[in-house]
């Protein structure tokens, strides 16, 4: 399967990266060139093989159920995670207007 | 008093135990180091306050006769993929450029616990991407190495964890914390005659290291020797219920088990690994570590690894693929960059942003994760590739009923010149064929130098163990390291 510049277009507008038009010619090729390669992985014989979920078999953890039970991960932490933000207004992250 | 930056972390934790120097006396000693080797660009951040605060506390700890740490007065190089409190955590990418965090990753907090201060925060590939330290925004690291053929050619100190790398091999720290997705801590400590290794998934938390494939993302340590590297993995790893990943298994007393003695342990040496074409010098540092482990007592055995060749195509499935959704985050909203065009609304805001904040690199892999998983090619692409990452694991799986640990060199080549391969995405890939096979199957491997090729340049043999052996992969890399004799010293040239 190949790709071509409309393709290209449509992934980079789910991706959420805005291309320039030079930017989206030049991409084209690379990704051909990769996908073309790892094409090849069609010829394996797969047949009733499970995908890989975990490369270590390990079950997942429940943590304990008490509020803040790490505090490090647990709430009352807004000012520290407002801390980074490009703009926080009144407690909160700011946005653009998003109502039309 | 010798050049303590001489020294590796034993001989340091050792000597500030001992009284010998003092732990701020190191620090100083690394510090002057660090800020006279702008040239090779291997920091991002220098921190030599936070370097000299961490030795002041372990040398007043010493005054009072307090226990002093695993790594006690051991200042090292932090790799910039981990978050450190109130110090700049970049990824060396644009978008997280002045990202300054509130809280220290499980990893880094572990080795302060252990008595070891920050010189700084080292470069890497942007977001962990790349295997020459080229995509960085903060520019290249160039590797201390230099060609003996005169030609003065700037090389790469390969990546992702190229900082590292060529810090340890310069002297500007006796050891630094590396990240290996693909072969990020072995390929670049093979470029720059160092060793490194990537231990177990789940063995060092991933808690507070900027993400880029999760199911293969795994710290390690990067020093100038195995026994250095296993006291700080010791430093590093251990259960963190903050990573739903983490193994919930005690760390074992490595040092403590450290032995060259290979006397009835079989190592493997896969055939498929010794591929058309292969450079003459890494075939012939190969063979000696063949005849280096045998004469240390081990049985040589050829074992089968047939799925080999698919490993690298498969892993530029699923790396992209989950780099594509870590990367969502980066959205111009909660930290980092934002880029609002006037007039934007706020999905304009989210592409201009991540436009402005991501490198050439990282788009061409979100765009590659984006693609291999959306509707309609998801089966052909993805659940293919996880299928075949599951035959590779039970390659490993098979070829371990045959032998203890697995030899093979870490890279095709030697260290190339900046710049040669940037052209050509495809071709910079081909670097990790030997790395990519171990992080499929989340195993244990690490590079050990193992001499020069004609060209003067380090090689580095790789040790691949079963998945909870580190001891079986440090010890059969001691013994490497023993009949190697690697010096490591190179020629200051910055």
């Known amino acids: 399967m190949s790709v071509d510049t409309e393709t290209v277009a449509k992934i980079a507008a789910l991706a959420r990266i805005k291309l320039g038009e030079d930017e989206l010619a030049g991409m084209v090729p690379e990704l051909n060139a990769i996908l073309g390669w790892v094409e090849q992985l069609g010829e394996v014989d797969v047949t009733g093989i499970e995908p890989m979920t975990a490369v270590i078999e390990n079950t997942l953890r429940l943590r304990a159920d008490a509020i803040n039970a790490d505090p490090l991960t647990g709430g009352d932490r807004r000012d520290d995670i407002l801390a980074n933000a490009p703009v926080a207004e009144h407690g909160f992250f700011g946005v653009p207007k998003v109502i039309e | ?494």
């Open chain 2, 1 to 494: 008093m010798a050049d303590l930056t001489e020294l590796g972390v034993a001989a340091i934790r050792d000597g500030v135990a001992n009284g010998d120097f003092s732990a701020v006396e190191v620090a100083e000693a690394f510090n002057a180091n660090v800020a006279a080797a702008g040239e090779l660009n291997a920091f991002i951040v220098a921190t030599p306050d936070a370097a000299l605060d961490a030795a002041k506390a372990t040398d007043a700890k010493r005054a009072k006769g307090e226990a002093l740490g695993k790594m006690g007065g051991v200042p090292i190089g932090m790799k910039d993929l981990f978050a450190t409190r109130g110090v700049q955590t970049s990824a060396a990418s644009h978008i997280l450029e002045g990202f300054t965090p509130e809280y220290e990753s499980t990893v880094s907090q572990k080795l302060w616990d252990a008595g070891a201060g920050m010189l700084g925060k080292l470069n890497l590939d942007q977001f962990a991407m790349g295997s020459s330290n080229e995509t960085s925004h903060f520019g290249n690291v160039v590797n201390p190495w230099k060609r003996n053929d005169g030609s003065d050619a700037a090389l790469a100190p390969g990546g992702s964890s190229g900082g590292s790398s060529a810090a340890v091999a310069a002297r500007l720290c006796p050891a630094a914390t590396g990240t290996d997705t693909g072969g990020s801590i072995r390929q670049p400590a093979a470029f720059t005659g160092i060793t490194g290794i990537k231990p177990t998934y789940g063995r060092c938390s991933r808690w507070g290291i900027v993400a880029f494939a999760s199911s293969l993302d795994q710290a390690g340590p990067m020093a100038r020797d195995v026994r250095d590297c296993t006291i700080m993995l010791e430093a590093m790893a251990g259960f963190d219920a903050k990573d739903s990943t983490s193994l919930e298994l005690p760390v074992p007393d490595w040092e403590a088990g450290l032995s060259a003695d290979m006397k009835g342990k079989r190592v493997g040496i896969p055939r498929e690994y010794r591929m058309d074409g292969m450079d003459a010098d890494v075939a012939k540092s190969w063979d000696d570590g063949i005849a280096w482990l045998k004469d240390a007592g081990a049985e040589i055995v050829e074992i089968n690894l047939p799925h080999t060749k698919y490993a690298l195509p498969a892993y530029y499935i699923i790396a992209p693929a989950e780099a594509s959704s870590n990367l969502a985050r980066y959205d111009g909203v909660r930290y980092g960059l934002r880029d609002l065009p006037e007039g934007a609304g706020l999905q304009d805001m989210y592409a201009a942003t991540r436009a402005a904040g991501f490198g050439a690199e990282v788009k061409r892999r979100i765009l590659i994760g984006t693609y291999v998983l959306s509707a309609g090619f998801y089966d052909a692409y993805y659940t293919q590739a996880q299928k075949v990452r599951t035959l590779i694991s039970h390659d490993f799986k098979n070829a371990f009923n045959e032998c203890d640990v697995i030899l093979a060199p870490t890279c095709p080549s030697a260290a190339f010149a900046l710049g040669e391969k940037t052209n050509d995405p495809l071709s910079m890939y081909l670097n990790d064929v030997f790395a990519v096979p171990a992080s499929l199957a989340g195993l244990p491997a690490m590079s050990v130098p193992a001499g020069l090729n004609r060209e003067g340049l380090p090689l580095g043999l790789q040790l691949i163990g079963k998945a909870f052996d580190e001891q079986g992969v440090l010890n059969a890399g001691l013994a490497l390291e023993q009949a190697a004799g690697f010096s490591g010293k190179l020629e200051k040239w910055w």
